[in-house]
């Protein structure tokens, strides 16, 4: 399967989603994804953060799913001509 390399814009809508460690939570459910956060803006009550996430592609929607589920807002920074 093909490895994937995508960079992301994570919301954290409302202090719930800012105090919950999702990131950390995603990092267990889907330990084969890496993921580096390039940037960040955090304050009590909302959060972003830049987001580079590699792996199986597979693995790297699960973990982009799992975000969501979670209340997080997930967009990708960067489109492929395919996700146009």
Do not use: H, N
Not at 53 to 61: K, T
Request: proline share 5%.
């Amino acid at each position: 399967m093909a490895k994937i390399s995508r960079k992301f814009w994570f919301t954290f809508p409302t202090k719930t989603q800012v105090q919950r460690p999702v990131i950390w939570e995603m990092s267990r459910k889907f330990p084969e994804v890496v993921f580096d956060i390039r940037q960040a803006s955090v304050q009590d009550e909302i959060g972003i953060m830049a987001v580079l996430l590699e792996g199986e592609a597979e693995q790297v929607r699960g973990a982009v799913e799992y975000c969501r589920v979670a209340g997080l807002q997930v967009d990708p920074i960067e489109k492929t001509v395919i996700e146009g």
